[in-house]
């Protein structure tokens, strides 16, 4: 049997912590290998994890912010080269999938005239990136991987349901408390979702621990995975973990930069 491996690669935010940065999760499964997001630092946890970048095969990016995407140009910039450094003569297919506005946003990137103009000539001849722009509902039906998307209340955000070899997995990306998240991450064995700030702190567009509590009491994960964690909660993570265990009586992990769940 084929065990499923969640890689934490960034649990955090765009403020560095000792144990968190921004967000990316690494999901091996029997078919490959799928990044969920690629916030700063996540090339480099997948160097110290092993695994090569050019052994990505789907990118599923929540929204647009920094530190969920900051990584990408880096991501495209390998994938011309082979692992010794030569030119990548068929470089494997990455398959980028996001919200509306990915389009444009990798080509401002890598256009002519893009930030890192640069990269089109090799990119055009290359021809090894597949965009999604997607919207709600069944966006992947794939052998061992279904994937829906919902909008959720955050800069145009998306959060995922995939259902991998036979696992359903939700990630929330940055959200609110938003009933599309609720809805999409129904009885899932695994249900990734941000908690950025205590209640009596929380900011901007984002999930507060008593938010979180309702969401996992109404969703019923087997497992709630914890992430998104803005400095505030520096020291506090095991009374985190506590009060969401109790309260919503699922099991939880609060987890931090390269932990691994074997499911
Ligand atoms: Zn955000
Ligand atoms: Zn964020």
Known sequence: MNILKIIVLGSGSIIPTKYRFSTSFLIEYSMGRILLDIGPGTIEKLRRMNVHPNSIDRLFITHFHLDHTLDLPALIKIRMFNELGGANKNPRILDVYGPTGLMSFIDKLSSINGVYGYLSEMMR?????????????????????????????????????????????????????????????????????????????LLGKHTSDEELVEIGRRTKPKLLVVNHLYPAWEGREEELEDKLRKDTGCRVYVVKDMDVIYV
């Open 125 to 201: 001849n290359l021809d090894f990136l597949r965009i999604h722009e997607i919207g709600g509902g069944l966006v992947e039906d794939l052998k061992n991987l279904k994937v829906y998307a919902a909008s959720v209340e955050h800069y145009n955000g998306l959060a995922y349901r995939l259902e991998v070899d036979s696992v359903t997995i939700a990630y929330s990306g940055d959200s609110t408390y938003d009933e599309r998240m609720i809805k999409l991450a129904e009885s899932v064995d695994i249900l990734i979702h941000e908690c950025s700030f205590p209640k009596e702190l």
